[in-house]
């Protein structure tokens, strides 16, 4: 993908931020959105504040040494000129994704209609990890619940298993329909191309539901063969 994914639901005016992404990807974000919805954008736009606020007043004071009279007035944080939030990431789609779902619009059920595919998914799950971001990867979870099936569930399985230790409710959610519609399921060439060690540890769990015995046999047949 080279199109950009950031799209803003929000008037220009509470565009009060500038977010660069590996120097050459610009975008006028709101400060607020991010900050209350992230908590690695929270800690990187107070501290980058706390710089701004020391930079400003250091300014203002050489500016009235040089004047030689007294200062009206304090200063207004609008007066403080801010600087740009610099991010280094090595999936542009993903991050313009994450930036584009808190800039989006909440419907009347308290969800984002941002669309999402099974491609988009690795990249945007990934995102709401790295920034920390708890109502992207619930959209993400909420994504795989209504869309998984017969055909797609082993590329879901590859990109929640990367993930289950930073996400495990995505992982679950996965896992859990696998183990329920093993038998239909495991007659997908992608099983028949799981690792022992997979195998291994589908046929041992408890959850999964195959209720004759013979049945994994031969399924066990078919993936030696």
Same mark, same amino acid.
């Not at 945007?124 to 795989?144: D, E, G, M, Q």
């Not at 099936?149 to 399985?157: E, I, K, M, S």
């Given at each position: 993908?080279s199109?950009?994914?950031?799209?803003?639901?929000?008037?220009?005016?509470l565009?009060?931020?500038c977010?660069v992404?590996?120097n050459?990807h610009e975008?006028?974000?709101?400060?607020?959105?991010?900050?209350?919805?992230?908590?690695?954008?929270?800690?990187l736009?107070r501290?980058?504040r706390?710089?701004?606020?020391?930079?400003?007043q250091f300014?203002?004071?050489?500016?009235?040494?040089?004047?030689d009279f007294?200062?009206?007035k304090?200063f207004?944080?609008?007066d403080?000129?801010?600087?740009?939030?610099r991010i !280094?990431y090595d999936?542009i789609?993903? =991050?313009e994704?994450?930036?584009?779902? %808190?800039? /989006?619009k909440?419907? +009347?059920?308290? $969800?984002?209609?941002?669309?999402l595919?099974?491609?988009q998914?690795?990249?945007?799950?990934?995102a709401a990890?790295?920034f920390k971001?708890?109502l992207?990867?619930?959209?993400?979870?909420?994504?795989?619940?209504?869309?998984? !099936?017969f055909?797609?569930?082993?590329q =879901?399985?590859?990109?929640?298993?990367? %993930?289950? /230790?930073?996400f495990? +409710?995505?992982? $679950?959610?996965?896992?859990?329909?696998?183990?329920?519609?093993?038998?239909?399921?495991?007659?997908?060439?992608?099983?028949l191309?799981?690792?022992?060690?997979d195998v291994?540890?589908?046929?041992?769990?408890?959850?999964?539901?195959c209720?004759?015995e013979?049945?994994?046999v031969d399924?066990?047949?078919?993936?030696v063969?």
């Amino acid at each position: 993908m080279s199109s950009c994914l950031f799209t803003s639901a929000y008037p220009e005016y509470l565009l009060d931020r500038c977010i660069v992404i590996n120097n050459n990807h610009e975008h006028k974000v709101s400060g607020y959105k991010l900050a209350s919805n992230s908590d690695f954008f929270r800690a990187l736009i107070r501290s980058l504040r706390l710089k701004e606020i020391d930079k400003h007043q250091f300014q203002e004071s050489e500016f009235f040494k040089r004047v030689d009279f007294k200062k009206p007035k304090k200063f207004q944080i609008s007066d403080i000129f801010k600087e740009k939030i610099r991010i !280094n990431y090595d999936d542009i789609q993903g =991050l313009e994704y994450a930036l584009a779902f %808190l800039h /989006s619009k909440v419907n +009347e059920n308290g $969800e984002r209609n941002l669309v999402l595919n099974d491609n988009q998914l690795s990249s945007v799950a990934r995102a709401a990890v790295s920034f920390k971001i708890p109502l992207l990867l619930k959209h993400c979870c909420r994504y795989v619940n209504e869309n998984i !099936n017969f055909r797609n569930c082993w590329q =879901l399985w590859n990109i929640s298993s990367a %993930l289950c /230790s930073e996400f495990p +409710e995505m992982f $679950e959610s996965v896992i859990n329909f696998i183990f329920t519609h093993f038998l239909v399921v495991s007659s997908s060439e992608v099983f028949l191309k799981l690792s022992p060690k997979d195998v291994r540890r589908f046929l041992k769990d408890d959850r999964l539901n195959c209720p004759e015995e013979i049945d994994l046999v031969d399924l066990i047949i078919r993936w030696v063969s």
